[in-house]
């Protein structure tokens, strides 16, 4: 949040054209099942509010699409495929927000 307001100031100015040196060669992609540096890893795992506003934003996205799927059910009309279909979906969304929230990944094992 705020990226650039949380570097240094020196770290996004660019120098004129003709005075920059080339720029140095990005090192290979990790492969695809390493795991990220130690210093991004405990970043994400620390970061308590990001948790919960995303997990309440997805919980309140669940909520609201099996409201709407309920609405006519309420009224009496009997639920069709594709009402149920979007109910299940509302959950689905809804306990996307409770994982994120809980984070069981992250207290499986030990980050030291």
């Given at each position: 949040m705020g990226s650039?307001?949380?570097?240094?100031f020196e770290s996004y100015i660019t120098a004129p054209?003709?005075?920059?040196?080339?720029?140095?060669k990005p090192?290979?992609?990790a492969t695809p099942?390493?795991?990220?540096?130690?210093?991004?890893?405990?970043?994400?795992?620390?970061?308590?509010s990001c948790r919960v506003l995303s997990g309440l934003g997805?919980?309140?996205a669940g909520g609201y699409v099996y409201w709407v799927a309920r609405k006519p059910v309420k009224?009496?009309?009997?639920?069709?495929?594709w009402t149920i279909t979007?109910?299940?979906i509302g959950l689905s969304i809804a306990t996307w927000g409770i994982v994120v929230m809980a984070d069981p990944?992250?207290?499986?094992y030990r980050v030291v």
């Open positions: 650039r307001l949380s570097q240094p054209p003709g005075t920059a040196a080339a720029p140095a090192a290979p992609p099942g390493a795991p990220t540096s130690p210093a991004e890893h405990r970043l994400l795992k620390t970061c308590w997805l919980m309140g009224m009496g009309y009997p639920p069709s495929p979007q109910m299940v990944k992250g207290k499986a």
